[in-house]
Nanobody, 123 residues
Framework: QVQLVESGGGLVQTGGSLRLSCAASGRTFSNYGMGWFRQAPEKEREFVAAIGGSGRGTYYTDSVKGRFTISRDNAENTVYLQMNSLKPEDTAVYYC????????????????WGQGTQVTVSS
């Protein structure tokens, strides 16, 4: 079992920044690809960013490229999502997820999910 706990969400104005963290416990963190997903009200959960277990290989959905950066610290068992130039359409609950031995954009490859953290961007 892997437990994931997100933090860092909040209310920010358009153009502002937030840094999300996801702390993992339970298994060897570097064995897991990590992803960030988000879900806005009445919408499907969508892929945002992902990073391979070693930290090499990052993936982003087009709408966040150049604004968001995913990174990880395997010594601290933590993955981060730095979000800059935030827009109202980034408003959602953000979830981190862990995939054993894999990384990608599809939800089904992820074995474990956190409870989510709310990000609200005001216009």
């Amino acid at each position: 079992q892997v437990q994931l706990v997100e933090s860092g969400g909040g209310l920010v104005q358009t153009g502002g920044s937030l840094r999300l963290s996801c702390a993992a416990s339970g298994r060897t963190f570097s064995n897991y690809g990590m992803g960030w997903f988000r879900q806005a009200p009445e919408k499907e959960r969508e892929f945002v960013a992902a990073i391979g277990g070693s930290g090499r290989g990052t993936y982003y959905t087009d709408s966040v490229k150049g604004r968001f950066t995913i990174s990880r610290d395997n010594a601290e068992n933590t993955v981060y999502l730095q979000m800059n130039s935030l827009k109202p359409e980034d408003t959602a609950v953000y979830y981190c997820a862990a995939a054993y031995g894999a990384v990608g954009v599809q939800k089904y490859i992820y074995d474990y999910w956190g409870q989510g953290t709310q990000v609200t961007v005001s216009s």
